[in-house]
């Protein structure tokens, strides 16, 4: 039966990783923390079935992006309708530690959805298949979009270790 | 530039990633123990624990289902079974009990009891409404906003969505107000509720 020590476990192991991953698919800091919190708030909520999930850390990781996503559309409309906060904004985009806009910036090329296969993969360690339940996709999908990833990131890699080495 | 480029595998360029990926959660993670200071750093009583909070959530949903549930079991003309069966044909119709809640003057009550109504209907609340959204939703006098609205198998997940619904002498659902495009649209024309919630769907 499920415990709340193994919420605990659960939480303190994965809320890192699940803050990182989203901020790494482009969400603010502060937002991304935000949006882990509510999906492990979620999590409690019906730990019952979370607990016994295959994917949970898939789940996890979707709901919180969902409520990132939610909160920047919620953020643009409340900018749309408030003229004044373009200029003098009280909502602060705090950026990600350095390491996270490192990882973001190498990612830059790829559309979002390569990036998520690219996150999840990395990021959490799942398979293809892992990744295709946790996206809701098919798994040549996922196999597809991080072979088409990693053929752009190589190409970049390799741009770049070409303009390293031509500046020596 | 061949030469290169074939110094690079696909294990290769993962093993880089996946190096870069540990590289970040290791500094988010000193950045959230920075953002939420161990006991002793700060005085206890502006402590605020993230993992507290996440319990506290889960605590208030409990509470909000039994102060909901005891606000269902007052006296009221809507009929019970209507309100406590997602599939009842007139689940749609049936107020949420705001009236109870607003009677008691607090706004837990109230989100406790709209929680109950949401979950009646198979749905869950995703955002508090204390939120600063629903300020941009343009409700007339006498209605409410029920909040963020979640299909509890997360099949119609979405954020931008608002239920809004009449106030305290409410009798029905009155339609969604789609906080991302700006638009209302009348409950029975919306093609994503099914027909069980008053809408068009299948």
Redesign the interface.
Known sequence: MAT?GDF?EW??RT???V??AV??MGAP?DLA?DAA?EA??RA??R?ESVSVMTNRDGWAYV?AR??A???L??RQ??RR?FHVLKDSSPIEHHD?????H??RK?LEPLTEAQREA??L???F?MTEPEIAEAIGASRGTVSSRLRSA?KV???A??MM??LAMGER | MSDATHDVTDDELEAMIQGMARRSVEATERRLAEESPPPGLVPASRRVPRRAYVYAAAAAAAVALIVGFAALAQPDDAPLDAVASPSAESAPTTAPPSSVASAAGSVEAQVAADSVFATSLGLTIGTPLDDPAPDLIPVTEGENVLGYLFFADQSAFSDSRAFVTYGPDATTIRGVWDVFDARFTPIEDDPELPPTLGGGGS
């Open positions: 709340f605990d939480y303190t809320r890192p990783v803050v990182s901020s790494a800091h923390v919190d492990f708030t409690a909520e730990w709901v969902r409520v996503v939610g909160q559309r919620r409309v409340a309708k990600p530690p350095p390491e996270t490192e990882l190498l690219v996150v993969r990395n990021y360690g990693y990131l190589r190409d890699t390799v270790m070409l």
